[in-house]
Structures are given as structure tokens and as C-alpha cells.
């Protein structure tokens, strides 16, 4: 089953009960994104739901919050790694991004 929604940022009580009535509907998973706007509903649906949770970061995200690196080539992805950490402990399974290679490069470093 695939469902997705818009969300009104001000009214974060519609993104928990539609989220809740998505599971109810049979969904086993579910998807947050943008990721860095979706913290405060992620621990809320983490107390309310068994379903796995999943945030995603848009290509925004990543542009805004890395940078390139002129001299190595590579990207500063700190405040990345500093986001999806906050997710991990906020109850997220896991989190998709498009920044995974670079984060995979800076945490093997």
C-alpha cells in the first residue's frame, strides 16, 4: 500500500493523525520527509506506533546543509551527520539520503 500526504508545518497534530490512519489502513512503514522538519513528529509517532519509521532527506536538505569542499573535492557533511544522528535517537530505523556515500567517506575517515 502506498499513500502520501501534505502536511500543514503549523499543524502538527494532522501530520500524527494521518500518519496514525495510514497505519491503521495497513501501512507497516512510514516515510517523513523532508527529514530535518520531521524530528518533533518522528518522536511522537515513535510512543504511538510500531510501524517502522523512516526519514528521507530531499536534495535541499543536502545542498543546504553541506558544502563542497574546494580543496579535497569532497563534501562537508558534518551538520548531516549531526541531523541524521538526532533522527537515530529520535526513533528512526534508519534514514534515506542522498548523501550517504559522503557521509559513509566521512565517518570511515
Not at 522538519?37 to 545542498?63: C, H
Not at 558544502?67 to 533522527?87: C, I, K, N, P, S
Amino acid at each position: 500500500m502506498y499513500e502520501e500526504f501534505q502536511v500543514n508545518p503549523g499543524k502538527p497534530e494532522q501530520f500524527i493523525d494521518t500518519a496514525l490512519q495510514v497505519v491503521g489502513d495497513g501501512a507497516d512503514m512510514l516515510l517523513l520527509g523532508p527529514a530535518m522538519f520531521s524530528a518533533d513528529g518522528l518522536t511522537e509517532l515513535k510512543k504511538r506506533t510500531l510501524a517502522r519509521l523512516f526519514p528521507f532527506s530531499v536534495s535541499g536538505e543536502y545542498t543546504t546543509l553541506s558544502h563542497m569542499d574546494t580543496a579535497t573535492g569532497r563534501r562537508d557533511v558534518r551538520r548531516l551527520v549531526e541531523l541524521f544522528t538526532m533522527l537515530m535517537r529520535g526513533g528512526a530505523e534508519a534514514s534515506i539520503t542522498y548523501a550517504e556515500l559522503d557521509i559513509a567517506r566521512y565517518l570511515n575517515d
